[in-house]
């Protein structure tokens, strides 16, 4: 009897020396064959990110789609029992209110992303960018020169530029806090910024949403466009008569925010996806394949999109810019109601 426990006692010792742990059993260091990806993500972006991560690791990605506030208010739902592992998308304010959500994680490839965008957090990996943008349609636009926001102010164009509402409108809202970043040089409150803001506006068509923007100057119905990168670059590589002015006084970009959902059931695989949309592969994919300008300094960029060293890129205090927003779009709203 004792040679037989002896044996049953050997038998379970190697049984456990050669089975595959699963991570609930031997903790968050063990790679497991799984990652779940939350993301407000085109499918552009997704289809040149997910397929590859799969190949590379040998994992299967499950990946849940929803605008941001969904994923958020699902991370919120489940943060006692996390489902996803990783949050792939989204304004870096949402992340910066949900702190707790999220895992303390830095990339390896940090240091590789332009200084402005580097992880200053501790939780936010940034992996692409948009800026605010000067939408021109070649035809229309005749002889006029236009390098930045104090081209708009020509009175040739009143009338002629279009916008979104910055009160309704993320990215008109966006364009807002560009001007009053630039020509106030990073005083939001500047006097003379917003005397500019007025005169602008008085040259200015507002309307209902930012799409209608792009796609007005597209069609010939507007002139100039007050717009964002990613649909205004999307035009001129499908061949439209129309031209991306970056502002001379500079050009802010804000960083789309991915992290690691704390208490990721794959935590492994999270980090490495966070590592992966940073590292440079992937970023030259985003560069080249996707109109999502990419978040490292060194990568390629088409023929269609204008490099970003060529670009005066401005800081923009984005913890200002979100605690004071209903401020500043009630300041424009004031403006506006003058007008």
Do not use: C
């Not at 506030?69 to 943060?79: D, I, S, T």
């Not at 004071?324 to 779009?329: G, I, V, W």
Request: charge should be negative.
């Amino acid at each position: 009897m004792k040679r037989v426990i002896v044996f049953l006692v050997a038998l379970l010792v190697a049984a456990s020396l050669f089975a595959t742990p699963t991570q609930e059993e031997s903790g968050p260091d063990v790679a497991t064959d799984k990652l779940v990806v939350y993301s407000p993500n085109s499918d552009g972006l997704l289809n040149a990110t997910i397929p590859a991560f799969e190949e590379m690791y040998g994992v299967e990605v499950e990946v849940i789609s929803a605008g941001t506030g969904e994923v958020f208010k699902r991370l919120q739902g489940e943060a006692n029992n996390p489902y996803a592992d990783v949050a792939f998308g989204g304004a870096f304010a949402t992340y910066m209110i949900n702190e707790d959500l999220f895992e303390p994680y830095t990339s390896v490839n940090d240091g590789n992303i332009i200084d402005i965008y580097q992880n200053k957090t501790g939780f936010i990996t940034p992996y692409v960018l948009d800026g605010s943008i000067i939408l021109v349609n070649k035809t229309l636009i005749g002889d006029i020169e236009i390098n930045g926001y104090e081209d708009l102010l020509n009175p040739a164009l009143a009338g002629k530029i279009v916008s979104a509402n910055p009160t309704a409108s993320s990215s008109a809202y966006a364009h807002l806090t560009n001007m009053l970043n630039a020509i106030g040089d990073g005083d939001y409150q500047d006097e003379a910024a917003w005397e500019f803001v007025e005169a602008l506006f008085t040259n200015t068509v507002v309307i209902g949403s930012s799409s209608s923007v792009w796609k007005g100057v597209r069609d010939g119905e507007y002139t100039v466009g007050l717009s964002y990168e990613d649909p205004s670059v999307q035009l001129v590589r499908d061949g439209a008569d129309v031209k991306v002015i970056y502002m001379e006084e500079g050009v802010v970009y804000l960083p789309a925010g991915s992290g690691v959902v704390k208490g990721a059931p794959n935590m492994v695989n999270a980090k490495r996806f966070i590592d992966f949309i940073t590292s440079a592969d992937i970023q030259n994919a985003y560069g080249t394949t996707v109109t999502n300008r990419p978040v490292m300094a060194n990568v390629a960029t088409p023929d269609y999109m204008t490099n970003i060293s060529e670009i005066n890129i401005i800081a923009e205090d984005m913890e200002y810019v979100y605690q004071n927003k209903q401020a500043l779009q009630d300041q424009f709203k004031d403006i506006f109601v003058d007008l």
